[in-house]
């Protein structure tokens, strides 16, 4: 018998959302800062003890307050991403601590990487955002390495910025960068995206509530991440993980909407599945996409953009292995019309490496997926009647000495920018290394610095060295 799979779905959906309401009204959630809970009350919201009580009319009046669709303004304008339930963007790798070598070799990322990565990201047409933890530098002191990627994708890009989340500190500091840029008020002007994260199960820890109190205050997009793991900070069935972590989403809009109504907001949802083998995070597996369609069917439910799939990998590194994954979570992005799509390139071995080849493959992953789901031509000529007759009529049955061949050569077919199409001397893999080693170099040494004005650089050069960012860095940056 046939399943009406659209409308079990949309059945599904609605009993998530009953049950995340349910979680709010019965469990609450634990919020860890005198202030927010002091906010909270005050606006009606049941507080006892640390936890917060919402009912369903305080969540689905902060979602009406929400911000849905918006501009992100990048300082080069041809990179402000309109972000809307339509339209999909794309973000690299976030949050690993080590770069994978094309043999497998894992080593701590540096700042020198993460410089080069953002050159990649400035330099590749497919991305419209730059930023976030593209790595994590081991050679910058903790306390800083928030505010020193900021800076260094700010002085390497003129794309649209994505932030690294922190505490109120790193916030405000982020927000002076910021405003460097944009000028002294920003609260109408969005340039930033940031990474806001409750923990699970149903907490808000003070960096957090924080975080979204200084960028709630001055008018910036909050892409609310909840990431409950099945079986390890969540509930191991598909449907209750998904209630868990749309009822953490529900309560941090909640809250950011009573500090400032309006404020922008992506449904980030990032929840995922646990190795019970080992208890490692396991994002690249069909019940990793299953979780994340929910999510997206979620975020449609209240109108909102959503982050949804990405191009992550368990392989432990540059392996066919880490193509299929990659492409099986990006085909999830796309099928499930994401808006945001992290994690897009280059990640490995379960979030905790990058790898450069990969960052190359992924972003040629893309382009086959955005070549797949765009729109198929359906005029005259692309019918191209006319052009059969001709091929059957006076050419002999061929296609290729035709005017209309040569026309829409390059318009109709999908090109690689690294993948072999043809047989090699070498073996086949070293064949695809040496492409993609070909492709990085050409982006790499096409790099040109976006402009600053000698008194933006000056100010964020002094924003870095009063938090102690060393004379040499700030040199490298």
């Given at each position: 018998?046939?399943r009406?799979?659209?409308?079990r ?9 009953k049950n995340?309401?349910?979680l ?7 919020i ?15 507080v ?8 369903e ?7 009406d ?31 690993s ?38 790595a994590?530098?081991?050679d910058?002191?903790a ?9 260094a994708t ?16 790193q ?7 910021a405003?460097v ?6 609260t ?10 409750p ?21 910036q ?6 990431a409950?793991?099945a ?17 953490e989403?529900l ?9 400032r ?30 979780l994340?369609k ?13 982050r949804?799939?990405?191009?992550m990998?368990?392989?432990p ?16 992005s ?5 808006n ?35 729109e ?7 019918l191209?009647?006319?052009?059969v ?9 061929t ?6 061949t040569y ?23 070293q064949?695809?290394?040496q492409?993609i080693?070909?492709r990085?170099h ?36």
């Open positions: 018998m046939k009406d799979t659209e409308k779905d949309a059945e599904i959906v609605e009993l998530i959302h995340s309401i349910r709010l009204a019965e469990l609450g959630v634990e860890l800062w005198d202030d927010a809970r002091e906010l909270l009350q005050k606006n009606g919201v049941r006892e003890g640390k936890r917060a009580y919402f009912t009319k305080q969540v689905m009046d902060a979602l307050a929400a911000t849905k669709e918006f501009t992100i303004y990048a300082r080069n304008s041809k990179y402000n991403v309109n972000m809307n339930t339509e339209d999909l963007y794309m973000t690299p790798g976030y949050g601590p080590f770069i994978c070598e094309a043999d497998g070799t894992l080593r701590s990322a540096t700042l020198d990487d993460f410089l080069k990565l953002a050159v990649i990201v400035q330099e590749s047409d497919e991305f419209a955002i730059n930023g976030g933890i593209l994590q530098p081991s910058i002191a306390e800083i390495s928030a505010e020193a990627m900021v800076y700010i002085c390497r890009s003129d794309k649209t910025l994505f932030t690294v989340c922190g505490g109120a500190v916030a405000e500091n982020i927000v002076k960068m405003q840029i944009f000028g002294e008020d920003i109408n002007i969005p340039c930033t995206i940031n990474l806001i994260s923990m699970s199960p149903l907490i808000l820890t003070q960096n957090t509530l924080e975080s979204m109190e200084v960028y709630a205050r001055n008018g997009p909050l892409a609310i991440c909840p409950s793991m079986g390890a900070t969540g509930p191991i069935s598909v449907i209750g993980n998904v209630s868990l972590s749309n009822a989403f309560a941090s809009n909640t809250y950011a909407q009573m500090v109504p309006g404020t922008p907001v992506i449904y980030a949802f990032a929840a995922t599945v646990s190795d019970m083998a080992n208890m490692q995070v396991y994002n690249s597996n069909p019940g990793f996409l299953k994340a929910y999510g997206a069917l979620m975020s449609k439910k209240y109108g909102l953009p959503c949804s799939g990405g191009g990998a368990d392989a590194g540059f392996t066919a292995q880490a193509g299929v994954e990659s492409a099986m979570n990006m085909f999830e796309f099928s499930q019309k994401a945001l799509m992290m994690h897009a390139t280059g990640s490995v071995l379960s979030f905790n490496a990058v790898s450069y080849e990969k960052f190359i493959l992924d972003i040629e992953t893309y382009t086959r997926m955005m070549y797949y789901f765009g198929t031509p359906m005029d005259e000529d692309a191209a009647f006319d052009a007759k001709e091929a059957v009529e006076e050419e002999g049955g296609f290729i000495t035709l005017d209309h026309e829409r050569c390059r318009i109709d077919p999908w090109y690689p920018q690294v993948s072999v199409h043809k047989k090699t001397d070498e073996a086949p893999d064949a695809l290394l492409s080693q070909k990085l050409t982006l790499l040494e096409g790099y040109q610095r976006p402009e600053l004005t000698e008194q933006q650089r000056a100010a964020l050069d002094d924003i870095m060295r009063g938090i102690g960012m060393k004379e040499e860095d700030i040199a490298r940056v």
